[in-house]
């Protein structure tokens, strides 16, 4: 008789299915249990990584829950271990290793957190130590989130748009150009203004050439008849001259207004609409603007005391930081103060970039002005 | 000798887990006589995987202090297929199935399904480990290799690690198939329980692994 068939009552080892009183029916039901519960554990698991069901900070508890459950599932329904006395020597070497996986596991989870407390990187230290001296000379005022003020972009000439650059939600910087109106007649009027002002400087030559030449007579002669004709030629020379500043004038015009035919973004901002398309015809000063522009920068006003009012001055940097976003700040300047009721108060504006616009007007703001 | 051990211990399996047994025959006070061989082979080996769990403990210790060390490089989120780590546990969960009907099958000494179950469990875990393989190339193909990041050499150690042994499972698996159809159950009884309970620890690692490394690894 070998040993295998010899089964000796004592103990079992683990992954036994051939232990007396069990059948074939039994092997497979539970390994058939064990399957689907592990697979059922592991469907859980991946599910609710892809869920927002359970709150966010719990789902790694809840994935460590049930990576236990199917551990469990798999020593018992597969390993077959249980706390039965023929168990014993089983469940407690095992008992031992979970000892040791612990010890080793969140041994080194807990003294690396620790150690990871206590030294900061550089980067980190540098940073703590300006925070903290910064602390020291720094003054801290609440405000709220002013309306971003936004930019209506119009035509300044009339014509036809040929292209549209631009469109909402685009991100622009100043001077950005969004579209173009027809620039033909514009440049055809630059020429023809430029051609009469040629015209007239052509005629003021001719003109000064003569009352040079008749002064130049003159003085020869000394006639007084010839002094009312350089008279007349010098009245000659002063209209030419107006005509031709106003040529001059019209000329400055001209290209102003083809300068205008490209509309240009005025500030950095996010385009919020749009109101124009390619081959419309647009006139100067409408009332509906082409585009509006909200500005990458928002403003936040603080009331604050006298006493803080006097060391505070146009130009200081300013960190703010809001609580609906926490972890997010925002650098900024001081760009107006502006005393009420005799000094006794202050109105604080400040300026703080926001290019993805995460500040919300009415927004409680805390700002942090630090004095160099 | 066996005869004489064998009669009263039949007489005990009516009540196996009765306690305080009062026949005085109880375990490990040398009254009963020394263990079977099976229970000694298998208990030995019972306390090598347990060995073996406590060097993955290491690994996964490791891996977890790293998890967020990506020195600004690709991190879980950026790298992992939750598909393909899914299909994986499938495989590695069929396959472990499947090797306890080949134990079952064993048992009745029944060589057809013995050899089909060991076959379909070795197809499984080759399965997987191609998964792996195709994981692995494209990560480094990406510049996501193990010198990348301290979080990534913890990933290739750890998961190559328990890659290395499903490979070394199968190497064992193949081996054991051909000797059980070259000279049948007797000689090979013994690998066949060893390698069922191998089979099972390096699934119950891989619980551990797709749910720290994959699952918590891809919210960090």
């Known amino acids: ?372 | 000798m066996t005869t004489t051990i064998e009669a009263p211990a039949l007489e005990r399996h009516a009540a196996p887990y009765r306690l305080g047994r009062a026949d005085g025959l109880a375990t490990g006070h040398g009254e009963a006589g020394p263990a079977s061989k099976r229970v000694v082979v298998a208990f030995g080996f019972w306390i090598f995987l347990l060995s073996d769990i406590v060097m993955f403990s290491a690994f996964f210790a490791a891996h977890a202090v790293l998890q967020t060390a990506t020195d600004g490089g690709p991190t879980g989120r950026d790298l992992f297929n939750p598909t393909r780590v899914a299909i994986e546990t499938a495989c590695l969960l069929a396959s472990s199935f499947t090797c306890g009907l080949s134990a079952l099958a064993t048992d009745a000494r029944n060589h057809v399904w013995t050899q089909a179950a060991l076959l379909v469990t070795g197809l499984l875990g080759l399965a997987f480990l191609s998964l792996e393989a195709q994981e692995f190339a494209a990560m480094i193909a990406s510049g996501a290799g193990p010198e990348r990041s301290a979080f990534l050499s913890s990933f290739f150690a750890l998961v190559g690690l328990h890659g290395a042994h499903v490979s070394v499972g199968l190497l064992w698996l193949g081996t054991m198939m051909a000797q059980l159809f070259v000279k049948g159950f007797e000689p090979v009884i013994y690998r066949l329980i060893c390698f069922n309970l191998y089979w099972h620890v390096l699934d119950i690692i891989w619980v551990a692994i797709f749910t720290v490394v994959y699952l918590i690894g891809e919210g960090r």
Request: aromatic share 4%.
């Open chain 1, 1 to 372: 008789m070998s040993d295998f068939e010899g089964r000796a009552a004592e103990d079992v080892a683990p992954g036994f299915m051939d232990a007396p009183g069990r059948s074939l029916r039994d092997g497979l039901f539970s390994y058939s249990a064990g399957f689907v519960l592990a697979a059922a554990l592991t469907a859980a698991a991946f599910f609710i990584v892809r869920t927002d069901l359970i709150w966010g900070p719990g789902i790694v508890m809840a994935l460590v829950s049930l990576a236990i459950a199917q551990i469990g599932v798999h020593l018992v329904f597969f390993l077959h271990l249980t706390t039965a006395p023929d168990n014993t020597n089983n469940a407690l070497a095992l008992a031992f290793g979970v000892l040791i996986v612990t010890l080793v596991v969140g041994g080194s989870l807990w003294i690396m957190s620790h150690l990871a407390h206590n030294v900061m990187p550089d980067r980190m230290m540098a940073k703590m130590d300006l925070d903290s001296m910064a602390a020291e000379s720094a003054l801290r005022i609440e405000g709220v989130v002013a309306p971003r003020e936004t930019r209506e972009v119009g035509a300044r000439v009339a014509g036809v748009v040929s292209s549209v650059r631009c469109d909402a939600g685009m991100h622009v910087e100043a001077g950005r150009l969004c579209a173009e109106i027809d620039p033909r007649p514009f440049r055809a009027a630059v020429d023809r203004k430029t051609r009469e002002l040629q015209a007239a400087q052509a005629r003021l030559d001719g003109d000064q050439a003569r009352r040079g030449a008749a002064r130049d007579a003159l003085e020869r002669a000394q006639g007084a008849t010839r002094s009312s004709g350089v008279a007349r030629l010098r009245r000659s020379v002063e209209t030419r001259e107006r005509r031709v500043e106003r040529a001059s004038a019209g000329v400055a015009r001209a290209e102003a207004e083809l300068a205008a035919t490209r509309i240009v973004s005025p500030i950095e901002g996010t385009i919020r609409s749009r109101n124009v398309e390619p081959g419309r015809e647009v006139a100067a000063k409408a009332k509906t603007p082409l585009f509006v522009v909200a500005p990458d920068s928002v403003r936040i006003a603080a009331r604050i005391g006298a006493a803080q009012s006097g060391r505070i001055v146009i130009g200081d940097k300013v960190v703010i930081t809001v609580d609906a976003l926490p972890g997010q700040s925002f650098d900024g300047t001081v760009t107006k103060i502006e005393p009420l009721r005799e000094g006794a108060e202050a109105i604080v504006d400040m300026t703080a970039r926001d290019p993805r616009h995460a500040l919300e007007p009415g927004m409680a703001a805390n700002a942090r002005i630090s004095k160099q």
